[in-house]
């Protein structure tokens, strides 16, 4: 798998074409990013047989009957396994591209060119690919990897503020639990992120790829230390599946995510409350944590119980154990999660 990085590196495309004889493409994509960037991508496609699917943005959108539609496309544009799928967009079709290219014809090769923050630090690379279902996340899915990952900054330019706050998300999530200066050099440089200054967002990138890299190459298919990228998520997924994916997009959901836990780390006396605050103010900085009711409480943890399932029927958390390490924990009380949730210490 070849990851390659930078500014303005689209046109490289085309060399990759040649030297690896894909001739057939098929770019899956969304109508936000075909808006944006599709007459561009098409500019650089001449000479090759391609074909665009488009799927509406959003959440919504990883669902069985959205990957039936494409199917049915892939069918009728008679794509073999000699033909080339491209997945061109944020997480959503990165997700549901890497799952059509591993199931159709028993699996396609396929490339990752990511178009959100998100998707160039995080889900475009490590192989999971999957769509939801009955509002699980990511409950039917996969390994498929990518024969390359095109990572171009120059396709972030359009993206709103709301898709570069779910990007930091993750790259302050490496921090976390990987790099305690990286978590310190993005919270003091919010705005050069907001401001997409190109040099800072490389950076990012290269930081939080490598960091990835690292941990994925030691549990390709998460088993064991690689769930320690869940942090944030067990949290995290809960809320954005509570409220129907339509109010907190992934990222924002990470950021609550990661601030109960990490209160949740500090009750069990995992970290110090100087740490717990430090974590709280930076990532308050970009959303506000709610205070939930028992009702809602009780829906978040029955999301949760559903997790669970999937992870050895083990409630699995991963919680902060000092600065820029986290640790993973099966054993947490019910009750801190429900305090934490309720808010009522903040
Ligand atoms: P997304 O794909 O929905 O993109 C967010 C929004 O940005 C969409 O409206 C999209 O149309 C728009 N957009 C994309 N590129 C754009 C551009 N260049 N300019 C303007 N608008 C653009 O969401 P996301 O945040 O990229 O990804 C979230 C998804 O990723 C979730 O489904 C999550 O589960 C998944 N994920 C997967 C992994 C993995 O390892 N596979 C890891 C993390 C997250």
């Given at each position: 798998?070849?990851?390659l990085?930078?500014?303005n590196?689209?046109?490289?495309l ?5 030297d690896?004889?894909y001739?057939?493409?098929y770019i ?6 075909k ?19 488009s ?13 039936l ?8 544009n008679?794509?073999?396994?000699e033909?080339?799928?491209i ?9 549901i ?11 396609i ?6 178009t ?7 889900s ?13 996340k990511n ?18 330019k359009?993206?709103?503020?709301r898709d570069i706050?779910s ?9 976390l639990i ?9 919270s003091?440089?919010?705005?050069k992120?907001y ?17 990835k ?8 298919f998460d088993?064991?230390?690689?769930r ?5 998520h ?22 609550l ?8 780390g ?8 100087d740490?717990f ?5 930076s990532?308050?900085?970009l959303?506000?944590?709610l ?17 669970k ?29 429900i305090?934490?949730l309720?808010?009522?210490w903040?």
């Amino acid at each position: 798998m070849e990851i390659l990085t930078g500014n303005n590196i689209l046109a490289d495309l085309d060399s990759y074409f040649k030297d690896n004889g894909y001739d057939n493409l098929y770019i899956i994509t969304d109508h936000n990013v075909k808006y944006y960037h599709g007459k561009y991508l098409s500019s650089l496609l001449k000479g090759y047989n391609y074909k665009f699917y488009s799927i509406p943005p959003g959440e919504k959108s990883k669902s069985i009957d959205v990957v039936l539609s494409i199917y049915d496309d892939l069918i009728e544009n008679q794509i073999d396994r000699e033909s080339l799928i491209i997945a061109f967009g944020g997480g959503v079709v990165g997700d549901i591209t890497g799952f059509v290219a591993a199931t159709f014809k028993r699996g396609i090769d396929y490339i990752q060119i990511p178009t959100t923050l998100l998707a160039q630090v995080d889900s475009s690379i490590g192989g999971k690919v999957g769509i939801d279902y009955k509002g699980l996340k990511n409950i039917i899915g996969s390994f498929h990897f990518p024969k390359l990952i095109l990572i171009d900054i120059q396709l972030l330019k359009t993206l709103s503020n709301r898709d570069i706050t779910s990007g930091l998300a993750e790259i302050l999530k490496y921090g976390l639990i990987a790099d305690y200066d990286l978590f310190n050099y993005i919270s003091s440089n919010l705005s050069k992120a907001y401001n997409k200054d190109e040099h800072f967002l490389l950076d990012l990138v290269n930081k939080s790829i490598s960091i990835k890299q690292d941990i994925v190459s030691r549990d390709k298919f998460d088993k064991g230390e690689r769930r320690i990228l869940n942090f944030g998520h067990t949290v995290g997924h809960s809320i954005e599946s509570y409220f129907d994916f339509s109010q907190y997009n992934h990222g924002e959901a990470v950021i609550l995510g990661m601030i109960y836990e990490s209160y949740i780390g500090k009750e069990v006396g995992l970290i110090d409350d100087d740490y717990f605050w430090e974590i709280y103010n930076s990532l308050t900085k970009l959303i506000t944590p709610l205070k939930f009711n028992d009702l809602e409480i009780k829906y978040l943890l029955e999301i949760m119980e559903n997790d669970k399932k999937k992870l050895n029927d083990q409630t699995i958390l991963i919680l902060p154990i000092g600065k820029g390490k986290v640790g993973i924990f099966n054993d947490v009380d019910v009750d801190l999660i429900i305090n934490s949730l309720k808010g009522e210490w903040f």
